[in-house]
């Protein structure tokens, strides 16, 4: 079966501290974007990649392709330009996509750069037998939610606690579906969107060292997971 992924990147570097939008910054002296797209080529080299990015981002991205040009030989990909929301680049990845039936889509954070190569895979495989595959993690710490009702913030059983990762991966029929619904607050990932259909969402394990990086100290993280890989 046919393969994509779309990997959607509009970080602004706020959160960051950086004037540098955070997929652009160096990851091992490459632009954080160019690790992620190798992950998914290097899980399956016939996977098409789609990178979703804001319009105004499309001259720095194209930039850094001169300056690296490893990024376009290792990682040839579509370039899509993004929406003003997560859901709406979604949308427009997705819509860029022409085929209607027999594909599998992954939609991945730009900034996770660190998803195993076996979890891509493993996704893929599960998602071809039940339609589609969420990496998932299990909590470590201990989780508490505020009750209204009680004023207080009620203990949680964290053994029924999963953290939801990226790569979500779904059949293309189902996401194209999906992603014509109207936008709404509570969409606050691809997998969200899909469940007000009323589909089952299939969570797989994903891997502790596939962070989201936001901030200046995951990306000493990952520097740091990098060197030890």
């Known amino acids: 079966m046919k393969k994509y992924a779309i990997i959607v990147a509009g970080g602004t570097g706020q959160r960051m501290k950086s004037a540098v939008p955070k997929q652009f910054l160096l990851l091992q002296?490459?632009?954080?974007?160019?690790?992620?797209l190798l992950q998914f080529k290097k899980a399956?080299?016939?996977?098409?990649?789609?990178?979703?990015?804001?319009?105004?981002?499309?001259?720095?991205?194209?930039?850094?392709?001169?300056?690296?040009?490893?990024?376009?030989?290792?990682?040839?990909?579509?370039?899509?330009?993004?929406?003003?929301?997560?859901?709406?680049?979604?949308?427009?990845?997705?819509?860029?996509?022409?085929?209607?039936?027999?594909?599998?889509?992954?939609?991945?954070?730009?900034?996770?750069?660190?998803?195993?190569?076996?979890?891509?895979?493993?996704?893929y495989q599960h998602a071809q037998k039940h339609g589609n595959a969420v990496l998932a993690v299990s909590s470590k710490d201990s989780v508490r939610q505020?009750?209204?009702?009680?004023?207080?913030?009620?203990?949680?059983?964290?053994?029924?606690?999963?953290?939801?990762?990226?790569?979500?991966?779904?059949?293309?029929s189902i996401l194209k579906k999906a992603f014509q619904q109207e936008y709404q607050d509570f969409f606050t990932d691809d997998a969200s969107v899909v469940e007000l259909m009323g589909i089952d969402i299939q969570l797989v394990e994903g891997n502790y060292s596939n962070i989201k990086i936001t901030t200046p100290e995951d990306l000493l993280i990952a520097e740091a997971l990098t060197q030890n890989a």
């Open 29 to 36: 002296g490459k632009p954080i974007l160019y690790h992620t």
């Open 44 to 123: 399956d080299a016939e996977i098409e990649l789609i990178l979703v990015l804001p319009q105004n981002q499309f001259s720095t991205w194209q930039g850094l392709c001169q300056e690296h040009p490893e990024i376009l030989q290792d990682c040839p990909h579509q370039l899509v330009e993004g929406g003003k929301t997560r859901f709406h680049s979604s949308q427009q990845g997705i819509q860029a996509i022409l085929e209607n039936q027999q594909a599998l889509v992954a939609i991945h954070d730009g900034v996770r750069p660190l998803v195993s190569i076996t979890c891509i895979q493993q996704a």
């Open 146 to 172: 505020w009750d209204n009702a009680e004023n207080v913030y009620l203990p949680l059983d964290r053994n029924h606690i999963k953290l939801i990762q990226t790569p979500q991966i779904f059949e293309v």
